[in-house]
């Protein structure tokens, strides 16, 4: 028994060493060369001061803003710390009722749109923390968040423009805007006094 414990006391210590402190050090190290930005959090500041992440969603609920998708992350949703999907299935009657509010609240809240409704200001997204959403359900809402903010449609349409990004190379993913970012430049361009 004792010339089996050394030897897998050691391997446990060298994978220990590799696995636990190399491998994330070069790892870290990579990124912050590579991705600095990224690997430190992607804050956005507002003043000077931070004020949230472009990876993390977060909720707005006022007419001057922007409204991300719903969220299932916590008891009252974007609970970093509650990361999960609602998990109900298509035919779940807690989804469809949830979805029929969702809806109602939506039409409520922006009477000067008539299209349909774009499925993922509806939906909650696989973490319940998405911060983008597509550009049309940012559009959707720019009627509201103009006359909210006493600016035109146009220059609000442009902001929503201005802040898409793309497939990422070309062809991973959708276009989207980030609810975030989009609203912090809102409050820059057409601050609500």
Do not use: W
């Amino acid at each position: 028994m004792r010339y089996q414990i050394g030897p897998a006391f050691r391997v446990t210590l060298l994978m220990t060493v590799l696995t636990g402190l190399i491998y994330p050090g070069i790892v870290t190290g990579l990124c912050q060369l590579i991705f600095p930005r990224r690997a430190n959090g992607s804050f956005l500041e507002l003043n000077g001061k931070i004020v949230g992440s472009a990876l993390i969603g977060q909720n707005f609920s006022k007419r001057i803003y922007f409204h991300p998708r719903p969220s299932a992350a916590g008891n009252d949703g974007y609970d970093a710390r509650a990361s999960n999907a609602s998990n109900y299935g298509p035919t779940n009657q807690k989804l469809i009722d949830r979805v029929k509010a969702d809806i109602e609240k939506f039409r409520n809240e922006n009477p000067a749109y008539h299209g349909p409704i774009p499925a993922d200001l509806v939906t909650t997204s696989a973490s319940g923390l998405d911060p983008d959403l597509s550009p049309a359900s940012a559009l959707a809402q720019a009627p509201r968040v103009a006359e909210a903010r006493r600016a035109t449609l146009d220059q609000v349409k442009q902001l929503i423009s201005v802040h898409t990004r793309g497939r990422q190379l070309g062809f991973l993913g959708e276009p989207r805007v980030n609810v975030l970012a989009l609203n912090l430049e809102l409050d820059r361009q057409f601050p609500v006094r």
